[in-house]
């Protein structure tokens, strides 16, 4: 798809869906519903690029959230569904909702009354890891699952286009040290082209630049995957299992415990 791909999600909580990597999972969706806010503006982001706009419906109240979750989660019990994990996700980057703290606080709450076996995690691109109070968020959740695509300073900039030039490879690095032992750090590999310019993470140097930074982060797990759907930029390759699984055993053999998806 081109550069007109647009939001995915129109509600505040969707699904059930299955995740490759998380299992049954309900999201959560703290991003306006007819638009996208993201403190980055990846090339492979499945709901589209930021120029889209943040559309007209703005952030969910976070009450709005709360009645939405407790009623799809009663419905679901009452039907007998599975659920593995309630997962934040959706339209744009979810850490950036000023009462993400205490949506945390709710959506743990909630699982406790009606799935207390599932999981919550949150996906999120770290650039919010330099705030206590989301730090402190996340670290409530089972699954605190941070992005780091590249260690290469160009390269990150070319994938993932920070909207804000204070974000650095060094300084997310060094803020990531803060969940030594619990992060898990989800990076997405890929090879393409974006404007002309060749975008390519999976070579050795960005292989090794990697596995250097997660030894200052000190994972619990990485996280890697590939392109699966459509995305906002057309010349992005996918990188293939094999491939993954090559990398990902360079990584298990400097003491990472690597989940290919």
Known sequence: MAENQTVLFHSTV????RSRRL??????NLSPDDGKVCSFDCLYCEAGYNRQGTGTTGLPPRQKVYNDLRSTLERMREEGMGLDVITFSGNGEPTLHPDFPGIVDDVLALRDEFYPDAKVSVLSNSTRIFTPAVCDALDRVDNNILKLDSAVEHTMRLIDRPTEKSFTVERVVEGLKRFAGT???????LRGEHGGEPIDNT???EVDALIEAYRKIEPREVMLYSIDRSTPEEHLQKVERPELEAIAARMREAGFNVLVS
Do not use: D, H, K, Y
Request: aromatic share 4%; net charge negative.
């Open 14 to 17: 969707f699904g059930p869906i």
């Open 23 to 28: 299992g049954i999972s309900l999201g959560i």
């Open 183 to 189: 992060a898990i750090i989800q990076t997405m590999m």
């Open 203 to 205: 070579t050795p140097e």
